[in-house]
């Protein structure tokens, strides 16, 4: 089993910044990808930003290129989610996930990702 501890949620103003840290523990896939969902009231869960396990490679999704920034530390099986410029449409429960399946490439969908953390609030407001 993964457990996955997701923190450094809470309220940013427009144009402000944020930085969210997820920890994992447990045995953790070898490949594949872990990133960052989110998911705004009543609407489906979305596919932000994610970082494969080994080498370098990332996605992110279009509406926050430029903007929001992951990285990973493998000594601590930490990947962390910068984001800069935050706009309201960034508000959101932001979930942290290790892909499973697929582990060739970085997942897209939350079907491709089988451990979930609890998720932490991201809320942008003036």
């Known amino acids: 089993q993964v457990q996955l501890e997701e923190s450094g949620g809470g309220l940013a103003q427009p144009g402000g910044s944020l930085q969210l840290s997820c920890a994992a523990s447990g045995r953790t896939p070898t490949s594949g990808a872990m990133g960052w969902f989110r998911q705004a009231p009543g609407k489906e869960r979305e596919f932000v930003a994610a970082?494969?396990?080994?080498?370098?490679?990332?996605d992110y999704a279009e509406s926050v290129k430029g903007r929001f920034t992951i990285s990973r530390d493998n000594a601590k099986n930490t990947i962390y989610l910068r984001m800069n410029n935050l706009q309201s449409e960034d508000t959101g429960v932001y979930l942290c996930a290790v892909q499973t399946i697929n582990g060739f490439r970085i997942g897209l969908a939350p079907w491709e990702y089988g451990y979930w953390g609890q998720g932490t609030q991201v809320t942008v407001s003036a």
């Open positions: 970082i494969l396990r080994t080498g370098s490679k990332v």
